[in-house]
């Protein structure tokens, strides 16, 4: 294991503070936020946040800018563990949470994941979809969750359902918008990685 990745994760998961950091930062990867900010949305010591930004600073997972007399920070895309870590955060949290928790009642699925307009707000310029479910899918088990999810964060959450067939079909045909959704940084909630890209 290289150093750089080793200090890397030698800063994460050590303590309540950095976890719920983490978490803030994963789950609000577009927020640019300065400490006092930070500090409020933990609820925690400003000098525990302090030092927890700092090392997450220090080993590259966030980025500090600094305006004015306020150090902002925010999620450093460029890391090469920031996708590994925000695809935990979001299969322990949030929608991703409930569509694992709630897998048996959905129906047969076979692969659900959301995409990067959910999990890092950005758009990849395909229509906007969240999260994309794959099988045999109880249709109206998936618009109850989606729908209660959705008063719940006040945000509409944009979702495509397909039968394991028709993707399948649409894969072998090499269809463009099947094929850039798989090259996306999507985070899979339920299936098998390898079998998912296999095209």
Known sequence: MSTKISKILD????????????????LNPEKEIHLRGIVKELDEEVNSVRR???????????????????????????NPLVNEVISMFHKANGLG????????????IEYAFLTPNYTKGIFMGLQIIDLVVIGDVNLTELANLINNYQTKINREIHYMVLKSSEFLLKKRRRDQFIIDLLMQDNVLLIGNRDQFVRC
């Open 11 to 26: 800063a994460l998961f050590v303590s309540k503070v950095r976890i719920k950091a983490l978490e803030f930062f994963c």
């Open 52 to 78: 927890v930004l700092g090392k997450l600073s220090e080993c590259g997972f966030l980025k500090e800018t600094v305006k004015g007399n306020r150090k902002y920070f925010e999620l450093n895309g460029n």
């Open 97 to 108: 949470k409930e569509i694992i928790e709630s897998k048996n009642k959905l129906g047969n």
